[in-house]
């Protein structure tokens, strides 16, 4: 098979570079930034999903685990944030160097400060 002028043996395994999408200048403005809100709606209430945001990957062979990795996620996430505060302190605010591997992990282990929250 032939895509974009590359030759695909067959049985090759293949993967989307989701790198790739996601700091996509023609996509995202300043994709490096860490803006989360910029996935969300004017007033700040709801998710906004661009078609090109595809964690889960897209089409045939796409994540059938994505409606329980998300739930997960959620209940991860808030869990931990109902029992503790989290802070980044000075170390973490200098800039995030990360490195390849099978997926992007950080270079240096960033330092949060974890207290447990009294309400
Ligand atoms: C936040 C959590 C998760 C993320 C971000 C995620 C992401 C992905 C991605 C990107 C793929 C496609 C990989 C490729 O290009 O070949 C994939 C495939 C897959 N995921 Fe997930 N996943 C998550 C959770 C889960 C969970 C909870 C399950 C099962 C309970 C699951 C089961 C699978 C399976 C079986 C495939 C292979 C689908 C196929 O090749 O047809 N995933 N996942």
Same mark, same amino acid.
Request: glycine letters at 4%.
């Given at each position: 098979?032939?895509?974009?002028?590359?030759?695909?043996?067959?049985?090759? %395994?293949i993967m989307a570079n989701f790198w790739a999408i996601d700091n996509d200048t023609n996509l995202w403005e300043n994709? =490096?930034?860490?803006?989360?809100?910029?996935?969300? =709606?004017?007033?700040?209430?709801?998710?906004?999903?661009?078609?090109?945001?595809?964690?889960?990957?897209?089409?045939k062979r796409s994540c059938p685990g994505e409606g329980l990795g998300v739930v997960e996620v959620?209940?991860?996430? =808030? =869990?931990?944030? %109902?029992?503790?505060?989290?802070?980044?302190n000075h170390k973490t605010d200098q800039k995030l160097e990360y490195e390849f591997h099978f997926s992007i992990t950080a270079k240096h282990n960033p330092v949060f400060n974890i207290t447990k929250r009294l309400n």
């Amino acid at each position: 098979m032939v895509i974009s002028g590359f030759k695909i043996p067959k049985d090759t %395994q293949i993967m989307a570079n989701f790198w790739a999408i996601d700091n996509d200048t023609n996509l995202w403005e300043n994709p =490096s930034e860490f803006r989360p809100e910029r996935l969300l =709606s004017e007033d700040l209430k709801t998710f906004k999903k661009p078609e090109y945001l595809i964690p889960f990957s897209y089409g045939k062979r796409s994540c059938p685990g994505e409606g329980l990795g998300v739930v997960e996620v959620f209940l991860y996430l =808030s =869990s931990l944030l %109902q029992k503790y505060d989290i802070k980044a302190n000075h170390k973490t605010d200098q800039k995030l160097e990360y490195e390849f591997h099978f997926s992007i992990t950080a270079k240096h282990n960033p330092v949060f400060n974890i207290t447990k929250r009294l309400n």
